[in-house]
C-alpha cells in the first residue's frame, strides 16, 4: 500500500522555523516530481512547493519565497520542507504530495497533478 506520511508540524511563534518530512512507503517515489501544499481553515488547498523527480529544480509559491525551500532524499524516499521566519498567515494543515513518474524535469504546481496524497500535518504559527 502507497503511502505518504507526513510529520513535523507543530505549534511555534512568528519568526521560528520548522522542517516538514515526507516520508514514502510502499514504493519509491525516485521517479516522481513532489510537491507540499496547505489549506487552512475555510479556504483552498493551495500550492506552496515543488520539486522535480531528481531534485534539480523546484519552484515556491510567491508567498513562501525567500522563506520556505524544498528538498529530497531519493535515496531515503523523502521530501523536505524547511519552513524559515513563519508567519501566522502560514497556519494551515500541510500536505505531502506525489505525481506518477515523471523524467521531464518538470516541477507542478496545481493539485490536480498529484496523484498520491498524505494526511496531513498541523502548523500553527501564533503572533
Known amino acids: 500500500q502507497v503511502q505518504l506520511v507526513e510529520s513535523g508540524g507543530g505549534l511555534v511563534q512568528a519568526g521560528d522555523s520548522l522542517r516538514l518530512s515526507c516520508a514514502a512507503s510502499?514504493?519509491?517515489?525516485?521517479?516522481?516530481?513532489m510537491g507540499w501544499f496547505r489549506q487552512a481553515p475555510g479556504k483552498e488547498r493551495e500550492f506552496v512547493s515543488a520539486?522535480?523527480?531528481?531534485?534539480?529544480?523546484?519552484y515556491n509559491a510567491d508567498s513562501v519565497k525567500g522563506r520556505f525551500t524544498i528538498s529530497r532524499e531519493r535515496a531515503k524516499n523523502t521530501v523536505y520542507l524547511q519552513m524559515n521566519s513563519l508567519k501566522p498567515e502560514d497556519t494551515a494543515v500541510y500536505f505531502c504530495?506525489?505525481?506518477?513518474?515523471?523524467?521531464?524535469?518538470?516541477?507542478?504546481?496545481?493539485?490536480?497533478?498529484?496523484?498520491?496524497w498524505g494526511q496531513g500535518t498541523q502548523v500553527t504559527v501564533s503572533s
Open positions: 504530495a506525489a505525481k506518477g513518474p515523471d523524467y521531464s524535469g518538470r516541477y507542478y504546481k496545481s493539485t490536480t497533478d498529484y496523484q498520491y
Open positions: 510502499g514504493r519509491t517515489f525516485s521517479s516522481n516530481p
Open positions: 520539486i522535480n523527480w531528481n531534485g534539480g529544480r523546484t
